[in-house]
């Protein structure tokens, strides 16, 4: 069968394979875990330059949680050279907007409590972070994406 010409910008495959994650990504989540606070994500897909040329960054996550251990702050406050979408969707149960958890996010110095699936817009420079998810009833979609090509932050923001 020959190739389709445009099927390479159809991702249904983790192929980050040799994409090493964003540098104390794994610490972080190794120091949750010892300290018996985490919350579990299944990986669903990733795109970025290093896996379609000209791609923007985009990143996807269902977050469950685990052994009913209150989750903990994933990410800490940080900012990009790029324009950034959060996203938080519930997995439905008949209410497209129930949340099916609650989750905790900064923007700059402002704290807000999510329990209605919510898309966030974080314009170049916006520190936002750190982000909790506090309760999970459901399984939620976690995503980033931003229109640069690849993932980077800026770290020490408050």
């Known amino acids: 069968m020959p190739v389709k ?4 910008y159809v991702i249904t495959e983790d192929i980050r394979s040799g994409t ?10 190794e120091d949750q875990r010892k300290a018996g606070n985490y919350t579990t994500g299944a990986h669903v897909l990733s795109l970025n330059d ?3 040329k000209g791609a923007f960054h985009f990143d996807a ?9 209150p989750p903990t702050n994933i990410e800490i406050a940080h900012s990009h050279d790029f324009d950034e979408i959060i996203g938080f969707f519930g997995s439905y149960a008949g209410d497209a907007h129930d949340l099916g958890g609650e ?3 900064w923007l700059g110095d402002e704290q807000y409590i999510l329990t209605k699936s919510a898309i966030i817009f974080c314009p170049s420079g916006l520190s936002h972070g750190p982000i909790s998810f506090r309760k999970i009833r459901r399984p939620m979609l976690f995503f980033t994406s931003g229109n640069g090509t690849s993932y980077t932050r800026e770290t020490g923001q408050e």
């Open 61 to 69: 996550v269902w977050m469950v949680d685990k052994h009913g251990v």
């Open 50 to 52: 290093a896996i379609v």
């Open 20 to 29: 090493p994650p964003p540098a104390g990504f794994v610490k972080r989540l």
């Open 5 to 8: 010409k445009y099927a390479k």
């Open 103 to 105: 989750v905790e996010i």
